[in-house]
Nanobody, 122 residues
Framework: QVQVIESGGGLVQAGGSLTLSCTASGRTVSSYAIGWFRRAPGKEREFVAALAWTGVTTFLSDSVKGRFTISKFKANNTVHLQMNGLQPQDTAVYYC???????????????WGQGTQVTVSS
């Protein structure tokens, strides 16, 4: 069994930055593709970013391109989601997920974290 844990959420003013981190215990994160999704109040869960297990190929949703980056730090087996230029519409619970391939579809991921709240004030 793989346990996925997110951290780094919080409250930030519009235009600010946060970094979310994702670790996968039970197996090194280097063996999995990692995806970030978010669910805003009253909305469906949506894709944010994904990183292939190689750490080379990345995908970003159009809504965060140019503001968010996803990267892997092999030294501590952690995947980071760097979020810059945050806006109130980015307010959501952010979920990290691990699976065999990087995908924009949540069904592609086998293991999910509990989520971390990101709140952006205007």
């Amino acid at each position: 069994q793989v346990q996925v844990i997110e951290s780094g959420g919080g409250l930030v003013q519009a235009g600010g930055s946060l970094t979310l981190s994702c670790t996968a215990s039970g197996r090194t994160v280097s063996s999995y593709a990692i995806g970030w999704f978010r669910r805003a109040p009253g909305k469906e869960r949506e894709f944010v970013a994904a990183l292939a297990w190689t750490g080379v190929t990345t995908f970003l949703s159009d809504s965060v391109k140019g503001r968010f980056t996803i990267s892997k730090f092999k030294a501590n087996n952690t995947v980071h989601l760097q979020m810059n230029g945050l806006q109130p519409q980015d307010t959501a619970v952010y979920y990290c997920a691990a699976g065999p391939v990087a995908s924009q579809t949540d069904r592609a991921y086998d293991f999910w974290g509990q989520g971390t709240q990101v709140t952006v004030s205007s």
